[in-house]
T-cell receptor, first 113, second 117 residues
Framework: GQQLNQSPQSMFIQEGEDVSMNCTSS?????WLWYKQDPGEGPILLIA???AGELTSNGRLTAQFGITRKDSFLNISASIPSDVGIYFC?????????????WGAGTKLIIKP | GAGVSQSPRYKVAKRGQDVALRCDPI?????LFWYQQALGQGPEFLTY????????KSGLPSDRFFAERPEGSVSTLKIQRTQQEDSAVYLC???????????????FGEGSWLTVV
């Protein structure tokens, strides 16, 4: 099925470093969502974006809805061990139903000991 | 409960066996979704219910997959004659309203992990 292009696929970082990941699409999206999924758990919503250009923060997390409506990024500042997990972007394509989410393949965040 | 509850959490089925996966959405939530997540991938949409009405089943991979929500609350995803390629995590999610807009968060359950051997 259709998926968003999410990168990087994985990241190895030191505790305290900043992290950046992004998602792109060939079509316009009207909603961008960022989720975190821990092993054996369902995805948990981190940040939701509904307007082009919107910049939203949630603690150390910041995400932006790209002006072109075809991309979004998520930044994590000063990473800590509990940030480890898989981060997914998801969104609603403009041309499709307003409930079916399209997902990226995920960015696996690993903190180097 | 406070969140979306799914059962069983883990299911091992023999090839050809029928399975039923249950989802208890958050009370009062109108929208209910089923997603399939293969290992190392993002979830993929299966089907959507608005109350008891199944408005979209375009993501169901074959006619062996069937979902229902007869009273607009609990939902069951049934897979008949399971195949190895059905092995995946099946995620259920619910939201309060139907329109995906600010404030209408989609809440996911922990998933049912199906392994077909």
């Amino acid at each position: 099925g259709q998926q968003l292009n999410q990168s990087p696929q994985s990241m190895f970082i030191q505790e305290g470093e900043d992290v950046s990941m992004n998602c792109t699409s060939s079509s316009i999206f009207n909603t961008w969502l960022w989720y975190k999924q821990d092993p054996g758990e369902g995805p948990i919503l981190l940040i939701a974006l509904y307007k082009a250009g919107e910049l939203t923060s949630n603690g150390r997390l910041t995400a932006q809805f790209g002006i072109t409506r075809k991309d979004s990024f998520l930044n994590i500042s000063a990473s800590i061990p509990s940030d480890v997990g898989i981060y997914f972007c998801a969104g609603h394509p403009l041309r499709d139903s307003n409930y079916q989410l399209i997902w990226g393949a995920g960015t696996k965040l690993i903190i180097k000991p | 409960g406070a969140g979306v509850s799914q059962s069983p959490r883990y299911k091992v089925a023999k090839r050809g066996q029928d399975v039923a996966l249950r989802c208890d959405p958050i009370s009062g939530h109108v929208s209910l979704f089923w997603y399939q997540q293969a290992l190392g991938q993002g979830p993929e949409f299966l089907t959507y219910f608005q109350n008891e009405a199944q408005l979209d089943k375009s993501g169901l991979p074959s006619d062996r997959f069937f979902a229902e929500r007869p009273e607009g609350s609990v939902s069951t995803l049934k897979i008949q004659r399971t195949q190895q390629e059905d092995s995946a995590v099946y995620l259920c999610a619910s939201s309060l309203w139907t329109v995906m807009s600010s404030g209408n968060t989609i809440y996911f359950g922990e998933g049912s992990w199906l392994t077909v051997v």
